[in-house]
């Protein structure tokens, strides 16, 4: 039995409205879609930031990340009054009626969450306002909230309350999912303000659903966790579907049509990675360790992510075979389409891996190569994915960005040296490509092609 979570507003009762003042520390992808986006909505809203490059870009009418639809509203809001950006070391927040944390919570070397990041902001908004009220935005381990309120009543804030807020948009269609979301998660201990936390979103047609703090916090890890969990299920289906001659494709459209299944993180590939899902799940296997339980789901969550990984690795190795000058073309680098984000990106990980055997990998991406670059391995980067598979022995689609899907692949067939494409993410036309002359290879949908 499911219990209820409490519910508003009312079916039909429109949302009464009242505009508030709202500063936002941390100008990244939630603080930043967040903060715009709150101002859209009508609330004064100051976003912060402690990077100075990122201040600076913002003050000077750059937004520093790639979302559809972002820049407009920033531009749009900035114009209007409603959205600035300030210094966070020396943000007023005395008359903000909520602070809200989006700042940055990554994994430790051990998957332990750090939340240095999250009580730098706490100490600094209850020595600015001992009665702010906080909402934690970041993605924090049950528990967090409650601590962050003792941190900020022992720094004096004795009127502090944190309220958690977890942030549920995906990069790439951040801005839509926070204008219509699922739903709104607010764990608070205090009706009261619980209430004014959800005076934020009362211009939206939102869900809101009632929590206790920790019940809010776990219900971020579960969420990001099980999404993770079903690609790395149908990864592993993949594999099967290899060896007996199925397409995964096709499979997983048939599981998917099950109305208690659905069709969503079905799509077998070369796994999950970003920001989120990886220090998540590992986030939350540690809390369950620490907690003394056993979290085998979560434990093969994570292996089944690696293992698909050297799959497509694997694949790749034996398809350049012993060529001593083996060239890579990589379609390719932000961990999925519609971002350029390349943190924990499965294809940046391939270019390492295959750099590392000393294969030349020349690299394309339409967003993300400027973050490639700085973190990626030293290979060759292009803009142009024709230039990417000139002479390639191999070319692989690492992001099934549309404009690789959709490239002129008898075009790609001429410039290449060789003939093999690994379709690493199963969205190529692959009868296109076979018709191309070109060796089409993938994971789990070789029916033809073994
Ligand atoms: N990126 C996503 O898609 C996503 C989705 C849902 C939830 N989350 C969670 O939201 C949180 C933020 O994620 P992100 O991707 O926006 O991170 P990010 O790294 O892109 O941005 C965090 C920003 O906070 C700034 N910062 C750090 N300390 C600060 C302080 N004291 N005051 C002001 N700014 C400060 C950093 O300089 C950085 O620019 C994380 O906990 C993440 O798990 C992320």
């Known amino acids: 039995m499911v219990a209820e979570v409490a519910r508003t507003p009312a079916p039909g009762a429109p949302a009464p409205v009242r505009s508030l003042?709202?500063?936002?520390?941390?100008?990244?992808?939630?603080?930043?879609?967040?903060?715009?986006?709150?101002?859209?909505?009508?609330h004064h809203v100051t976003v912060t930031e402690i990077d100075e490059r990122r201040l600076g870009a913002l003050r000077s009418?750059?937004?520093?990340?790639?979302?559809?639809?972002?820049?407009?509203?920033?531009?749009?809001?900035?114009?209007?009054?409603?959205?600035?950006?300030?210094?966070?070391r020396t943000v007023d927040v005395t008359k903000s009626d909520v602070v809200m944390v989006a700042v940055g919570t990554p994994s430790q070397a051990d998957g332990r969450v750090e939340l240095g990041h999250v009580?730098?902001?706490?100490?600094?908004?209850?020595?600015?306002?001992?009665?702010?009220?906080?909402?934690?935005?970041?993605?924090?381990?049950?528990?967090?909230?409650?601590?962050?309120?003792?941190?900020?009543?022992?720094?004096?804030?004795?009127?502090?309350?944190?309220?958690?807020n977890p942030?549920?948009?995906?990069?790439?269609?951040?801005?839509?999912?926070?204008?219509?979301?699922?739903?709104?998660?607010?764990?608070?201990?205090?009706?009261?303000?619980?209430?004014?936390?959800?005076?934020l979103y009362a211009p939206l047609d939102a869900s809101v659903l009632h929590c206790s703090p920790e019940e809010a916090e776990l219900s971020k890890y579960a969420a990001n966790s099980l999404l993770a969990a079903r690609i790395s299920f149908i990864n592993e289906m993949s594999a099967i579907a290899d060896r007996i001659g199925a397409d995964i494709t096709r499979v997983s459209s048939i599981v998917g049509s099950d109305a208690r299944i659905?069709?969503?993180?079905?799509?077998?590939g070369l796994g999950w990675g970003g920001s989120c899902f990886p220090k998540d799940v590992h986030g939350l296997a540690r809390v369950a360790e620490d907690l003394g339980l056993a979290a085998p789901m979560l434990t093969a969550t994570i292996e089944a992510n690696l293992r698909q990984r050297q799959?497509?690795?694997?694949?790749?190795?034996?398809?350049?075979?012993?060529?001593?000058?083996?060239?890579?073309?990589l379609l390719g680098l932000a961990f999925k389409p519609e971002t350029d984000d390349v943190r924990e990106s499965p294809a940046v990980w391939l270019a390492h891996e295959l750099h590392e055997r000393g294969i030349a990998v020349r690299a394309t991406d339409p967003w993300a190569l400027a973050n490639a670059e700085r973190v990626g391995p030293r290979v060759t980067y292009t803009l142009d994915p024709m230039r990417a598979v000139d002479g390639a022995d191999v070319?692989?689609?690492?992001?099934?960005?549309?404009e690789f899907v959709a490239l002129d692949w008898p075009e790609v067939a001429r410039r290449m040296r060789g003939d093999a494409v690994l379709d690493a993410r199963n969205a190529l036309p692959s009868d296109l490509l076979r018709s191309s002359g070109l060796v089409y290879r993938s994971l789990g949908r070789d029916v033809l092609g073994r």
Do not use: H
């Open 119 to 164: 009580e730098a902001a706490v100490r600094q908004i209850a020595r600015g306002n001992p009665r702010a009220l906080v909402v934690i935005k970041s993605t924090v381990p049950p528990g967090t909230c409650d601590r962050m309120q003792a941190l900020a009543r022992a720094e004096g804030g004795t009127g502090v309350r944190v309220v958690s």
């Open 61 to 88: 009418g750059m937004v520093p990340i790639r979302e559809r639809g972002l820049d407009d509203i920033v531009d749009r809001q900035v114009a209007a009054g409603l959205l600035r950006f300030e210094d966070a």
């Open 21 to 42: 003042t709202v500063t936002v520390l941390g100008a990244g992808y939630v603080g930043l879609v967040s903060g715009a986006c709150l101002a859209e909505l009508g």
């Open 395 to 402: 070319t692989v689609l690492a992001t099934e960005w549309p």
């Open 167 to 199: 942030e549920f948009l995906r990069e790439g269609r951040a801005v839509q999912d926070f204008m219509q979301p699922d739903r709104v998660v607010i764990g608070a201990r205090d009706a009261a303000d619980a209430a004014i936390v959800e005076q």
């Open 311 to 329: 799959r497509a690795l694997g694949a790749i190795l034996e398809l350049v075979g012993a060529r001593p000058d083996a060239r890579v073309a």
């Open 262 to 268: 659905g069709p969503a993180f079905l799509g077998a």
